[in-house]
């Protein structure tokens, strides 16, 4: 490659080799902003807060929340084949952290990636030693690969997707460096054709390219007791119903607001509510009676007779039970500005969703799911009303729900293919 370019890549390591300085510095704007983990900082600058597991090691990065989570059911499935496995999941966000928090597969830990600070990243390398990194969505780390390369540690990239902007940054200023980078990476696995041309055209090798497709989280479904669906859809007598899902504080009266409106249409309409926190119950159930509504506590034994108009279902471990019952989902934390949650959940059960303009938690999937006709964003809780009542119409739940199971599993042949190439990169085939 012409010498600039290696220059190029030559200066940046030379600086990140002393880097420390600026690391610190941008570590302390960060968590100023609120955009680090005081208790965790350590992670950021390779210290590890956990002990590295015994046995073969698994390293995924992913850079936030939408590539974090779009892994989780791959590595479920990876540690079932092979229980020796255990897995490192990294990532740079605090968003990440806390949606990964609970949902982890086993024999999986997380820490926060260093930044690409080389003394950083040895650190963290030194003491995780990981047999196979895989990167997630395609960011190139100069100080990760060359720190990876020298230790002969092998690198995957899967579910790669680059921009037309960050591919015209590298090409226009570092594309000798980025030709030097992407060769010391073994495989990648495309969403796209059109990240394909841009690696190739930034000097990925065409022989450690495919074009797979995206990989989707693909969640197993969430669990439920047969005995008591059944049970509940017989309390329902045939009455149309929909849930507002994982709910904060403010959104309970707002449903309710939604649940009055469509009642209009549909007079025996029932809302389920199921609070993100159920020792909120009280609180809820105390202030929806206040304002006249007819509502039964789960937690409480109460149960659904034929004049209830609210279920505040205030139990741990139910929700794979409620979008069974429930053809229509709203996803709580996205009318109030939380992020939203996970929308694979309500779509792997046959359930339409709506949400509300906050969801960056889950921006790339929310995205996908409004692209394929299977969720509906609204605005405000007058806009949540009037669209349940039309999303209730059968026909039109029905074809959300099943664009929604949809792109929940269209990513299934995707998996497979990444599993296979990570195994045969552990098993050392080439």
């Keep these: 490659m012409p010498r600039r370019h290696s220059l190029v890549l030559g200066a940046y390591l030379a600086w990140s080799e002393r880097a420390e300085g600026y690391g610190m510095r941008k570590l302390r704007q960060r968590q100023a902003a609120g955009k680090e983990d005081p208790a965790r900082i350590g992670e950021r600058r390779g210290i590890a807060s956990l002990d590295r597991p015994d046995g073969p090691l698994v390293w995924f990065h992913a850079a936030s929340v939408g590539e974090s989570v779009s892994l989780l059911e791959m590595i479920r499935r990876m540690g079932e084949e092979r229980t020796d496995l255990s897995f490192l999941i990294t990532s740079g966000t605090v968003t990440s952290a806390e949606v990964l928090a609970g949902r982890m597969p086993p024999r999986s830990l997380h820490q926060y990636v260093p930044l690409d600070v080389r003394p950083w990243m ?30 002969g540690l092998p690198v995957a990239m899967v579910n790669a997707r680059m921009t037309d902007r960050a591919h015209r940054k590298w090409r226009r200023f570092a594309r000798g460096a980025a030709r030097a980078l992407l060769h010391r990476i073994e495989h990648v696995q495309a969403q ?30 969430l669990p439920h007791d047969e005995r008591e669906r059944v049970a509940l859809a017989a309390a329902l007598q045939g009455r149309p119903c929909w849930l507002a899902a994982s709910t904060h504080e403010g959104e309970e009266a707002g449903a309710a607001e939604a649940h009055a409106q469509a009642r209009r249409a549909w007079q025996k309409l029932l809302l389920v509510i199921a609070p993100r926190h159920p020792d909120r119950a009280t609180e809820i159930v105390d202030g929806l009676r206040l304002e006249g509504w007819r509502v039964a506590r789960r937690s409480e034994g109460e149960a659904i007779e034929a004049d209830t108009e609210i279920y505040v279902a205030d139990t741990m471990g139910e929700m794979g039970l409620w979008y069974r019952l429930c ?74 729900a099943h664009a929604a199971w949809e792109v929940c599993s269209a990513g299934g042949d995707v998996t497979e293919a990444a599993m296979d190439l990570l195994f045969a990169m552990l098993d050392g085939v080439d």
């Excluded at 969505?137 to 060359?146: Q, R, T």
């Excluded at 796209?192 to 022989?207: C, M, V």
């Excluded at 779509?347 to 409004?370: C, E, K, Q, Y």
């Design 122 to 151: 040895r650190r963290f390398l030194d003491h995780w030693r990981p047999d196979l990194a895989v990167l997630a969505e395609g960011e190139i780390w100069p100080a990760l690969l060359h720190e990876s390369a020298k230790r």
């Design 192 to 221: 796209d054709r059109a990240t394909a041309d841009r690696l190739l055209d930034l000097g990925l090798p065409p022989e450690r390219l495919e074009v797979t497709g995206t990989l989707k989280e693909g969640s197993k479904a």
């Design 327 to 400: 053809p229509v989902s709203f996803m709580g934390g996205s009318l109030v500005p939380v992020g939203g949650h996970n929308p694979f959940e309500p779509a792997a059960l046959g359930s339409a969703i709506l949400h509300g303009p906050h969801v960056h938690n889950f921006a790339d999937i929310f995205a996908r799911l409004g692209e394929a006709g299977a969720a509906r964003e609204v605005q405000d809780w007058d806009d949540l009303g009037t669209t349940l009542a039309r999303v209730l119409e059968p026909d039109e739940a029905a074809r959300m």
